[in-house]
């Protein structure tokens, strides 16, 4: 499957981005999407995980300031990412799971000056 992100940029302390991802070529159905991210020096972190029935999760560091939605049988995910600290700088990466195997895409930069 391949994964298409977009969104990334610069922003302000405080200030706010919108990620948005776009799956394709998959002959199964997703069963969940979501977000990695992976900032310089740092591992990678789980961001935030929407399933196929609706269900999300999200890093302690992103709750309340991070919104996952997505439409899973259309193939489409997207980050409300508010409040963004010069800690969320790194480069997020849009995930598929399907049947337990997971893909990822190239990544989109992320990067929140203080």
């Known amino acids: 499957v391949q994964l298409q992100a977009s969104g990334g940029g610069l922003v302000q302390a405080g200030g706010s981005l919108r990620l948005a991802c776009v799956a394709s070529g998959s002959m199964f159905s997703i069963n969940a999407m979501g977000w990695d991210r992976q900032a310089p020096g740092k591992q990678r972190e789980l961001v935030a995980t929407?399933?196929?029935?609706?269900?999300?999760f999200y890093a302690d560091s992103v709750k309340g300031r991070f919104t996952i939605s997505g439409d899973i049988p259309k193939n489409t995910v997207s980050l409300q990412m508010n409040s963004l600290t010069p800690e969320d700088t790194a480069v997020y990466y849009c995930?598929?799971?399907?049947?337990?195997?997971?893909?990822w895409g190239q990544g989109t930069q992320v990067t929140v000056s203080s």
């Open positions: 929407i399933t196929s029935t609706g269900r999300t």
């Open positions: 995930n598929a799971f399907i049947r337990g195997v997971g893909s």
